[in-house]
């Protein structure tokens, strides 16, 4: 059953004016219910523009966007009631953090989404920890934090609208590499625990590579591809003449090969790599 | 040569000596904490260090503290000598030192690209025909001066920082620290700014000093000073700090691809020597293997 | 996506206008919209009129965007002339009826105050438009700079490059108040319905976030400079250096034979309004 269907859809930025961009065009995409999706994409191949169609932040200007069947965009309700659906984190969005407490912050989404004062204190909660926020931290201003707790707080306030779909625009931007494994780590967490799909945009081929189910790679306003990860990964050849970098550990198989050896390089993870080294040493006859 | 052991033809342009910094937490948010102990540090003339360590080790600290931006609480920093925290020093401390911060459009003055590159030596009092020469030659070794007249807003975050660059470029400092100058870039901009620095020292012998927390953007230093927790601890080659791979763990850092890949063949009992860092390391260090052991 | 937007609209080229010095403009300007109001009878409005016209042809710029840049006016010139035109009592009267008198008295007000407010407006867009914020700003600075003599010089800088900064950083500011206003929709904040009070208090998660975010700008941006030897406006010199050249010297040209135009049909003639 599919979750989140774009059909033809296209969008023009200023339309009508000497200054228009189109700035996604044709877009046909449909993501099954609980899968992980990674979209990568060189900065300005409209990746931001396509994620902000998922929760109806922007309407079309051609084509339909459908959550379960239905147009998102059929009514100002329809839109509305999407965002809560849908959950869009913006990239470094501990610059949105703007309440007196995390609590009220985190708060602010169920708020507007009417629920009761239970309902709302009981989703806070569950999302602070979900991202490891003490309950020490949730009475403190969003000001207070670190910059690793703000951006954990943020995304709290997203989980806790309890979206269908959780969209999440760079989630590891300015983080070094264990704040990259945490978050990254939370987010599998999230998932599995609520079976909920998640789809991440990244620029990191590395980090997409080794969570992702699926990538949609963008290209200049289209969908380039969209398939498994490994099909993906497997034509890495592919990605370099986009403009994009493959996984650190592939470029040593690409590298292998124009040395001459007879090894695989659809190798996109480490585990895979030592796995398909080893293998290739014994296919070889070397000893060690 | 570079690095710790042969010293004769060094001559020290950065010196920490027993420096000590906290933040009053009145004054700064609880964002820029914690402090930096101890640090006793010398940086040379030529070199290219990187400063590698995760979020929180102080190593932005250092890097402020490298142009009298923060001046130690404890200990002293000296610039050719010059003391930090002598504030009449201040500014001839800032010719000698330029430094190049994370966000690219939080260094920006002006509303056009040339007259930002203008800022630091117009502030300095140099002859507006002499700026006019700095600007030009800054913004062509950065590969800006196509994009002279622009606004900077409209520019790319990797074209900003290479204006920021340039800005420092103008001033002709001797030496350039850049606090994780690519953290807020796409890898395209990461590219172009990597590639420049590399170039500024390689071909302008300038000594640079890269605050980093990418470990592939660290090898390409002569020399990687580790830090964890407010402390120096490690300083060697790049060689020499990634086979410490305990000190690297601990800091809550990573290896380098090349690195990690051989480290985990290791524990299958592949050896494939020392010093491998970056991919093509791995893969010239595997396909020998292969051939040495057919 | 990032508006364009610029203080009073500038329209780049490279006409006389453009190319002039922007100190010299500002007088000019202010210089002639002075003798706009000056001019008392037919010939020397005229003489207004034509030179109006001719720095508009001069300036290169669309006619589109001239008269685009007049209809806010419109209305106004619209009922102000109506109220000149019927209940003006000066001079010979043409025509009184219960409501409204026209009197010649009227007439010629009336085409006064439309003539003058449509030079008006002109004039002071041709500066806008020919004139991009940055040059203003430096404009400003040094006509102002002579100020130093009453201890004022560095009140004049820190001015000017206040000016600067907050033009540099206008664009990105917007910029940011776009992501912001996303990223609260998407929490299901609504900005559009509810009363005064509501919509005011809907602000507050744009306007908190930009206004910390604004601090945090500000603060970076100190520390950049301090580290680029900032140290206010002593012993500061300047790239670009502002000389008149033989353009500056036709406009001053063109302006006193202006002037001096004005005044002469204004002696010569006899008053009318």
Request: aromatic share 8%.
């Amino acid at each position: 059953m599919s979750l989140l269907e774009l059909k033809n859809v296209s969008y023009t930025y200023g339309a009508g004016t000497p200054f228009e961009i189109t700035a996604i065009k044709n877009i046909n995409l449909t993501i099954e219910k609980g899968s992980f999706v990674g979209i990568i994409g060189h900065t300005g191949s409209g990746k931001s523009t396509l994620v902000q169609h998922f929760n109806a932040l922007l309407k079309p200007t051609e084509g339909q966007v459908l959550l379960n069947g239905e147009d998102i965009n059929r009514s100002k309700h329809s839109a509305h009631e999407a965002r809560f659906k849908v959950g869009l984190c913006f990239q470094y969005p501990e610059y949105q953090l703007f309440e007196t407490t995390v609590y009220k912050d985190i708060a602010f989404g169920p708020t507007n989404m009417g629920l009761s004062e239970e309902e709302i204190k009981a989703r806070v909660l569950e999302a602070a920890e979900f991202v490891g926020l003490t309950d020490e931290l949730l009475n403190k201003s969003p000001f207070e934090l670190s910059g690793g707790e703000k951006r954990r707080a943020a995304i709290a306030g997203i989980i806790a609208m309890r979206p269908e779909v959780l969209v999440l625009d760079e989630p590891t931007a300015g983080l070094d590499p264990s704040g990259r494994k945490k978050i990254l780590s939370m987010i599998c967490e999230y998932r599995e625990k609520t079976d909920s799909t998640v789809i991440i945009v990244s620029h990191s081929m590395e980090d997409v590579a080794a969570i992702a189910d699926k990538i949609i790679v963008m290209n200049k306003g289209q969908v380039y591809k969209f398939a498994d990860v490994h099909e993906i990964f497997a034509h890495s050849g592919e990605l370099a003449s986009l403009g994009l970098e493959v996984p650190p550990v592939t470029n040593i198989f690409l590298k292998l090969k124009e040395m001459g050896l007879d090894i695989r390089t659809d190798i996109y993870t480490k585990d895979q790599a030592e796995k398909e080294l080893l293998r290739y040493l014994q296919k070889e006859g070397i000893a060690w | 040569m570079r690095g710790t052991d042969t010293k004769e033809n060094l001559i020290p342009i950065i010196e920490f000596k027993n420096a000590c910094f906290s933040y009053d937490s009145e004054d700064m948010g609880a964002e820029l904490s914690p402090a930096v102990k101890d640090i006793n540090l010398t940086i040379y003339r030529g070199e290219f260090v990187a400063v590698l360590g995760h979020n929180g080790s102080g190593k932005s600290t250092i890097a402020k503290m490298t142009n009298a931006i923060l001046r130690p609480t404890s200990g002293k920093v000296f610039v050719e000598g010059m003391d930090t925290s002598d504030e009449e020093l201040e500014i001839k401390i800032r010719q000698l030192v330029g430094l190049v911060f994370q966000n690219p459009d939080n260094q920006i003055v002006s509303t056009i690209v040339e007259e930002d590159v203008a800022f630091g030596p117009e502030n300095l009092g140099v002859p507006p025909a002499e700026i006019r020469q700095r600007v030009d030659e800054a913004l062509k070794t950065v590969g800006m001066f196509e994009y002279r007249f622009h606004e900077p807003h409209k520019l790319s975050g990797g074209q900003k920082q290479r204006v920021a660059i340039a800005g420092i470029l103008a001033m002709k400092t001797d030496c350039i620290v850049l606090d994780e100058p690519t953290a807020m870039l796409d890898p395209v901009g990461r590219r172009e700014v990597i590639g420049t620095i590399k170039r500024l020292n390689k071909e302008l012998g300038i000594t640079v000093v890269l605050v980093t927390h990418f470990m592939d953007e660290a090898v390409l230093a002569d020399r990687i000073i580790v830090m964890n927790d407010g402390t120096i601890v490690k300083d060697g080659t790049p060689a020499e700090v990634f086979s410490d791979v305990k000190t690297i763990k601990e800091s809550g850092l990573e290896l380098p691809i090349g690195a990690n890949m051989a480290e985990r063949l290791k524990k299958s009992g592949i050896n494939l020597g020392k010093g491998i860092l970056t991919a093509e390391d791995f893969a010239t260090a595997f396909s020998q293997f292969v051939v040495n052991n057919r | 996506m990032v508006r364009d937007i610029t203080i009073g609209q500038y329209f780049p080229g490279n006409s006389v206008l453009h190319n002039a010095d922007p100190r010299l403009k500002l007088v000019l300007s202010f210089v002639s919209i002075v003798f706009v109001f000056v001019c008392n009878n037919f010939y020397s409005l005229a003489l207004v009129l034509a030179f109006t016209v001719v720095a508009v042809l001069s300036s290169r710029i669309s006619l589109k965007v001239i008269l685009k840049g007049l209809r806010p006016m419109l209305l106004l010139l619209i009922f102000t002339s109506a109220l000149q035109l019927f209940y003006n009592k000066q001079g010979t009267e043409l025509f009184v009826s219960r409501f409204i008198t026209i009197t010649t008295g009227g007439i010629f007000t009336t085409i006064f105050m439309v003539v003058r407010i449509i030079c008006l407006v002109l004039l002071s867009s041709l500066l806008t438009y020919t004139t991009s914020p940055t040059q203003l700003t430096d404009g400003i600075e040094r006509l102002l700079s002579p100020l130093k003599v009453f201890g004022l010089k560095n009140g004049v800088h820190t001015l000017a490059m206040m000016m600067t900064i907050a033009l540099r950083f206008i664009p990105t500011l917007i910029d940011e108040i776009d992501k912001i206003t996303n990223a609260q929709k998407a929490r299901g904040a609504n900005f559009e319905t509810g009363g005064i009070v509501q919509r005011a208090k809907a602000l507050l998660p744009i306007f908190i976030p930009l206004l910390v975010n604004s601090f945090r700008h500000a603060f970076e941006l100190s520390l950049a400079m301090s580290a680029r030897c900032y140290n206010g406006g002593e012993g500061r010199t300047r790239m670009k250096q502002l000389k008149l050249a033989a353009r500056d010297y036709v406009l001053m040209a063109a302006e006193f034979i202006f002037v001096g135009g004005v005044i002469a049909l204004n002696i010569i003639f006899e008053s009318v309004i």
